[in-house]
């Protein structure tokens, strides 16, 4: 590591990730500033080659955070064309047969009108667009790798990562010291599992009293059909198989956007418990089921993804403010998981930092700990419909998918989420695992390349590329473990539960041996989270590295 020193910059909010959240953070500063004729500098850090290049969601977007914040979105190009025409919600009941459900027995959450389907990404890039218009600054490919910390501890802002470093750590040619962004407010907007959120969970112990966060990981291609096939608007969500035959829960989706493409992807609750359970091979044989099928048969399929998502809800919301910092957006845990969608609830997050801290600076504070942006934000229709919802994932994991599911359509249809029970889950994901010897493989069928396929050409359809001979960003505590405990105990899972191939066992000479394929790496942080040892962490490579997700 160059001990050189490293250049410094300063602003008024650094903002740490342009998705959704970070970037309706810094709009909203910005229109803050200009209505009370403040001087607000903010600068927005994001890893990712380009804004939007790393998003990745279903996506149905409720536009009610984004008509707040440009209530002239519509006149203003926004790219959500294709608002929604009909759901339909299926329960696929086994790998040929689903039923679909009346309209009535669904949660009022899962009814989706007046919303729209739309790409998170290019909305995301639209914001961009809308921040720099405001006077923005943003620096796309360049990663926050550390936090900086005042001697009393306060955060005083990031520091971006080192560019050309070796495997080793030693500087290449053309090698570049990263910069440090110092900020009266630093606002940290990574996305779910973010690694500098993970560590200010840790030091300022802000999931005191809380529950573990729960996640799940949403698989997701996107998909060119026969034009006869496609209507536009139509919502499909559904449950069941695949995933009931290992007794896990999670839920599927296909959704018609515009220009005769299809959206089709599968959530998988990382509470699962069978360790031969693969993530990829799951999401490629519910493809298969006829409903899904006939829809996708003859499409060409575009692009390929996958990421992790914050679900534990209201009890597992962690305290979002420390000395000169905010956590907010999917980081914090604000997706409401009863609608099946976040978007509009991790914005206002991003609205409420804005608002509290643009009072702070107005006031002359710098870098204490805004104490009131947590009852803010939960005081707000966002954490309304978080305290409604907060039954929702607990009551599946504790009675099931049926009871649970019962449990949750009295409470969201009947009560609207105001049932006097609060639930709680204490298990933590990494900890549901099974030993392998005591649960069955699932049968995958080998792709048929027609509507499913191969990891290797779906990593490809993501656009994935890191530089090479840098550090690998995936960091284990043991590097012996993945095979001396691992491997006997859980067929070393990482396998399967990534996405993407990264982990490998390998045989050489009959001994195993672990084996890190960081450059297919598409940022989904689901080992980080899944592990059973908790042995794995993930850090950010170089800025610029990782998926390039179009229309995703």
Not at 390 to 418: C, E, S, T, V
Not at 446 to 462: E, I, N, Q, R, Y
Request: glycine share 10%; net charge negative.
């Amino acid at each position: 590591m160059s001990s050189e020193e490293r250049e410094s910059m300063e602003f008024d909010v650094v903002v740490v990730g342009a998705g959704p959240a970070g970037l309706s953070t810094a709009c909203r500063l910005m229109q803050l500033a200009q209505e009370k004729e403040q001087e607000i500098s903010v600068v927005v850090l994001e890893k990712g080659s380009e804004v939007g290049a790393h998003i990745l969601s279903g996506a149905v977007i409720e536009p009610r955070a984004l008509t707040e914040l440009f209530p002239d979105w519509e006149a203003e190009d926004a790219p959500l064309k294709t608002a929604v025409t009909r759901d339909d919600i299926m329960f696929f009941t086994s790998a040929e047969k689903s039923i679909r459900m009346p309209a009535f027995m669904s949660p009022k959450t899962m009814h989706n009108h007046g919303n729209y389907v739309a790409s998170l990404g290019n909305l995301t890039r639209w914001l961009g667009e809308k921040a720099e218009a405001l006077g923005v600054e943003i620096f796309p490919g360049f990663a926050a790798a550390e936090i900086l910390y005042h001697e009393d501890g306060r955060i005083k802002g990031v520091a971006t990562g080192d560019m050309g470093l070796d495997e080793q750590g030693n500087p290449k040619d053309g090698f570049e010291r990263g910069m440090e962004l110092h900020a009266k407010y630093t606002v940290f907007a990574e996305g779910c599992r973010g690694h500098l959120g993970k560590e200010l969970i840790s030091q300022f112990k802000l999931d005191e009293g809380k529950s573990p966060q729960h996640y799940g990981i949403g698989l997701k291609e996107l998909w060119q059909i026969d034009p006869a096939k496609h209507e536009p608007g139509v919502v499909v969500h559904g449950a069941g198989w695949p995933l009931s035959e290992t007794s896990s829960t999670g839920g599927a989706f296909m959704y018609h956007l515009e220009d005769n493409q299809v959206v089709v992807g599968l959530i998988i609750d990382l509470n699962y418990s069978n360790p031969h359970l693969s993530t990829f091979d799951e999401f490629q044989r519910f493809k298969q089921h006829p409903v899904i099928k006939e829809v996708l048969e003859g499409g060409e399929r575009i692009c390929y993804g996958a990421r992790a998502i914050a679900k534990g809800g209201l009890n597992s919301l962690p305290r979002m403010s420390m000395p000169g910092g905010l956590l907010v957006g999917c980081d914090a845990g604000t997706l409401n998981f009863s609608k099946i969608k976040g978007t509009h609830t991790a914005m206002k997050s991003g609205m409420v930092a804005a608002e509290t801290i643009a009072a702070a600076l107005a006031n002359g504070d710098e870098g204490r700990e805004l104490v009131e942006f947590t009852d803010a934000y939960l005081d707000s229709w966002a954490g309304q419909e978080l305290k409604s919802s907060r039954n929702w994932g607990p009551a599946l994991h504790k009675f099931g998918m049926y009871l649970g599911g019962a449990y949750n359509y009295i409470d969201q249809n009947f009560f609207g989420g105001k049932l006097p029970f609060n639930f709680r889950d204490e298990i933590p994901d990494h900890a549901c695992l099974k030993r392998a010897d005591a649960c069955n493989p699932p049968n995958y069928p080998k792709p048929d390349g027609v509507v499913s396929f191969d990891k290797p050409s779906s990593v490809f359809l993501s656009n994935t590329n890191h530089e090479e001979n840098q550090p690998v960003h995936l960091k284990l505590s043991d590097s012996e473990l993945p095979i001396r405990d691992n491997l006997p105990q859980f067929a070393e899972p990482a396998q399967r539960y990534c996405p993407v191939g990264v982990y490998e066992v390998i045989i050489e000479e009959e001994t195993p041996r672990f084996q890190i394929n960081s450059q297919n790496c598409i940022h989904c942080k689901t080992c980080d989270i899944k592990d059973p040892a908790q042995n794995i962490t993930w850090v950010v490579p170089e800025g610029g590295g990782g998926p390039n997700y179009p229309n995703m």
